[in-house]
């Protein structure tokens, strides 16, 4: 066992304070924290997570122990152009030592911090053992401490890459001192984004030499005697005119400030009591405590600050594969989930709220994406926000923040209405990044009138009656309701197939699916639950639903539920939404059946939404219905969120006020 605990080092005049606790053991014990004692970063260490961020940062690194360049700060990945075009580090290898053969020999993974630990086998470096220890000291700054056993670092170079990127233009580095300032303009393109954006990264050093500057690269060639070595990367969206004016200040490697600030957002939230029977109660696992506090955790991992159309500080769905935006529905299930925290979880919930309503009343209805320089026009589920709305009212009992909910969101229906039914059947149309779905074999023939959409039009109805009914506005409590009635009817009228027993999407007009003549999209996909989920379906029509789809050889499968029926031809368990199990659509499914009386199979599928949660170091995109391996993005936001959610569920065995408000709604409480 090596610990390295705080040291200060002081020599002419430059003051270098490290904090920080780094540890190369042969295993990693998670140390549980008892019950209703608050969980430190110190608690969820381990040594397969690679990703480190601030709250308020637009930026990551990941650490590479398994790779060549392990004695590395590791790479700078930024919102937009790293997760979306060209997908690529902004800045690769930041900083590392030119010394050869290094492997890793340790690693330790902390929310405030990471260690490596590496044996170099190079031909001046015999036997050397190194550490770099890297951490975010605030939301713009990312430093790396590197030390060796042989002493001082004298003769070892530096070195850092310029970016010279597919898409990246006009990237240059320039001395200052003994520091280096970074200029990278860059442009990140696809889809509907073209953003090109202007950063400046100063890079600062304890060493004095003065660092060379090629077309590629800096480097610096130390004569420093000194037995640890400090970067420390800033990023501005301006010149730093009066730091370069300054050359060799004191530089400073504190992480308390970020250490301080995830242990505060981590006690604003508590393991749920167990369920007990007979005085005996239930142990959460040391699995359970540490998934439930990453979950937790990923909250301030995942947010971005203030800037465009981020009027608050907003939560991406991940940072390495979403960081360009704040999405609408997972803003549903993010607000769920905070609610479950204190003032600091409840902080968060409304400020997304307001991101997105703001963005509402900019272009006429809620957005799909709200990226800090763009707003995409196209949109996401209705309804899910006005629910999420409904809970924080519960809770604060603002009128205000509710007014502003009902304007918008009432808008918001209204608009699906006026652009989305064309044949003014009452039945709204979608396909694709619409849904939420969005490469569902649902939309293989086209756009369609949704079940799942037309079902959360309905509960939107609902919830939006409620409200006008909270604010006193009785006209508009009736409009809802009979808007909610005409919506059920059509509904049950056109998307219900009584030979089968499920709800169905339907093709427009008098479109048939060739391939089965009927208007009728008959892939088996829970989307047929939306009939439950907005409470349209009969409690007999339910039970049809659970003894055709949830079979052995359709949804119940090892790990259920796959988004698409595995006898499907489409069916691929690894693809996307053609296959693979969503963490959202279980828990949705599941509140669903709750509501309507089916308690074990609700239960069932919140359980196993719990292992696949656990299966993977941290919460997923989506995972293998048949091998519960995780896939898609890392960190995903509304994957930790729900299973947060799910685990209070199963471990309190009551219900949450998300749960109460939809059973009340939909009128199967």
């Not at 304070?17 to 549980?32: K, R």
């Not at 480190?52 to 919102?79: H, Q």
């Not at 009939?531 to 409690?539: E, F, Q, R, S």
Request: net charge negative; charged share 15%.
């Amino acid at each position: 066992l090596m610990l390295n605990f705080v040291v200060v080092l002081q020599n002419s005049g430059n003051m270098i304070l490290y904090v920080f606790a780094s540890y190369f053991v042969a295993m990693l014990i998670l140390v549980t924290p008892g019950h209703g004692a608050p969980c430190t970063c110190g608690q969820l260490a381990t040594n397969d997570t690679y990703q480190l961020s601030s709250e308020g940062s637009w930026s990551y690194v990941t650490l590479n122990p398994n790779s060549s360049n392990s004695f590395s700060m590791g790479d700078l990945g930024y919102r937009l152009y790293s997760d979306f075009a060209p997908r690529k580090p902004l800045i690769p290898s930041m900083i590392q030592p030119d010394i050869p053969g290094c492997k890793t020999s340790g690693y330790t993974w902390r929310p405030d911090y990471a260690t490596t630990n590496v044996t170099c086998a190079g031909e001046t470096d015999e036997g050397l053992n190194g550490q770099v220890v890297v951490a975010y000291v605030n939301n713009a700054t990312i430093c790396g401490n590197f030390s060796h056993s042989s002493g001082s670092f004298q003769g070892v170079s530096f070195v850092g890459t310029i970016p010279n990127l597919v898409h990246a233009c006009d990237s240059k580095a320039s001395v200052h001192g003994s520091n280096v300032l970074l200029e990278v303009n860059a442009q990140a393109t696809g889809g509907s984004y073209n953003e090109t954006f202007h950063r400046y990264f100063f890079i600062q050093t304890s060493l004095t030499d003065t660092p060379t500057v090629s077309a590629a690269s800096y480097k610096w060639a130390s004569q420093s005697n000194d037995e640890t070595v400090t970067f420390c990367v800033t990023e501005f969206t301006t010149r730093p005119t009066d730091l370069l004016t300054k050359a060799n200040q004191p530089l400073s490697f504190d992480v308390s400030t970020t250490t301080s600030s995830i242990d505060e957002w981590l006690a604003d939230i508590s393991m749920p009591e167990h369920k007990c029977l007979d005085g005996v109660c239930e142990k959460a696992t040391d699995k359970e405590t540490r998934t439930f506090y990453t979950s937790w955790f990923q909250f301030w991992f995942n947010t971005e600050h203030v800037g465009g159309y981020w009027v608050r500080p907003a939560i991406t769905s991940s940072m390495s594969r979403y960081g360009r935006g704040l999405w609408l529905w997972d803003t549903g299930f993010h607000v769920f989930s905070l609610l479950s925290g204190g003032p600091l979880g409840l902080q968060k919930a409304k400020d997304q709220i307001i991101i997105l309503t703001t963005a509402g009343a900019t272009i006429g209805h809620i957005p799909r994406v709200v990226a800090a320089g763009e707003l995409e026009t196209v949109t996401q589920p209705p309804g899910i926000l006005t629910w999420a709305a409904l809970v924080i009212y519960n809770r604060t009992q603002d009128k205000e923040f509710l007014k502003l909910a009902y304007s918008s969101f009432g808008q918001n229906n209204d608009w699906f209405y006026a652009t989305r039914d064309p044949d003014n059947n009452g039945l709204c149309e979608w396909e694709g990044t619409d849904s939420g779905w969005d490469t569902s074999p649902r939309w293989d023939h086209g756009i369609v009138e949704a079940i799942d959409l037309n079902a959360w039009l309905h509960l939107d109805h609902l919830l939006l009656a409620q409200m006008a009914r909270i604010l006193g506005t009785n006209d508009d409590v009736k409009k809802w309701s009979q808007k909610a009635a005409a919506s059920a009817k059509a509904i049950q009228g056109m998307l219900w197939d009584e030979d089968y027993g499920v709800f169905w999407d339907k093709l427009p007009g008098n479109k048939k699916n060739w391939e089965a003549d009927s208007q009728f999209v008959k892939v088996i996909t829970p989307a047929t639950f939306w009939g439950a989920l907005a409470g349209v379906a009969t409690k007999d029509q339910v039970a049809q639903m659970m003894k055709k789809v949830l079979t052995n050889n359709e949804l119940n499968t090892t790990y259920p539920m796959p988004v698409v029926g595995i006898t499907e031809p489409q069916f691929d368990p690894n693809n996307y939404w053609r296959g693979p199990v969503w963490i959202n659509i279980n828990w949705l499914v599941a509140i669903s059946l709750e509501c309507y009386g089916f308690r074990q199979e609700a239960s069932n599928l919140r359980n196993t939404s719990l292992f696949l949660v656990e299966s993977s170091p941290t919460p997923r995109e989506y995972y293998n219905t048949l091998d519960a391996g995780g896939l898609g993005a890392l960190n995903f936001m509304w994957t930790g969120a729900l299973y947060i959610t799910m685990l209070q569920r199963e471990k309190t065995n009551s219900s949450s006020v998300a749960e109460n408000i939809l059973c009340e709604t939909i009128g199967q409480m």
